[in-house]
């Protein structure tokens, strides 16, 4: 009589559960000292560069055959840029999510990279303590946390056994794989790439992680500009 074993199996989605690309927007316009982009809601809302124009093609043509049934974007304009490839392969109209657009940098708000670059106390406390809520007048980390829930449950209870792309932000996939890890810092996840895809299974209170940065659809010589 044969022994009965029990193999390794691969992953498979969860009877009923979400599955969630999240999908960094394109590399957005630079700042220039003197002249902050246009906001809505008083957050920055430049439009992509030219190299984000292209990582939004490489995007949908990655993920044009892929059965998604929703495409959702954030109120700021390089979401629905870079989602627009992707809902022209697929038919679709992309969704608006308010609550997934990227924290609120305070006064930071539009010269937050050249705060970046040049340094200084409140930098180095900010990545120390991994808190976005440490720049002066910046969205309160439990806040950020409460409204990036709360969207990602919308989305998820609307897609039972569904795939679905949300073209968001930086912060806010930090933000997302961090509640996910139940506590996790939400730097532990940032520097996602511009135009790259995570992963996110959810059913009910279980959120699962299973991808985090990919860009095998991007060359290299946008990884590195």
Request: charged share 25%; aromatic share 6%.
């Amino acid at each position: 009589m044969s022994e009965t074993t029990y193999r390794q199996r691969r992953f498979r989605r969860p009877l009923g559960a979400a599955e969630i690309l999240l999908v960094r927007h394109g590399e957005s316009a630079p700042e220039v000292p003197g002249r902050p982009a246009q906001q809505v809601d008083g957050h920055g809302d430049p439009p992509l560069a030219p190299g984000g124009r292209r990582q939004a093609e490489l995007v949908g043509a990655r993920l044009a055959t892929e059965p998604i049934a929703a495409i959702y974007v954030t109120t700021l304009q390089r979401t629905h840029e870079t989602a627009a490839p992707l809902a022209r392969h697929l038919g679709l109209t992309p969704i608006v999510e308010p609550d997934l657009r990227e924290v609120h940098l305070g006064e930071w708000e539009g010269s937050f990279r050249q705060r970046i670059a040049e340094g200084g106390p409140v930098v180095a406390q900010m990545v120390r303590e991994g808190r976005w809520d440490v720049i002066p007048g910046a969205e309160p980390a439990d806040a950020f946390a409460a409204r990036t829930t709360a969207a990602i449950d919308r989305i998820a209870r609307a897609h039972p056994d569904q795939l679905v792309a949300v073209v968001c932000h930086g912060g806010v996939i930090g933000q997302v794989l961090a509640t996910a890890s139940r506590g996790g810092s939400a730097f532990a996840f940032g520097g996602a790439d511009n135009g790259s895809i995570s992963r996110l299974f959810v059913i009910g209170d279980r959120w699962i992680v299973r991808g985090f940065n990919d860009v095998g659809h991007l060359p290299e010589d946008d990884l590195e500009a």
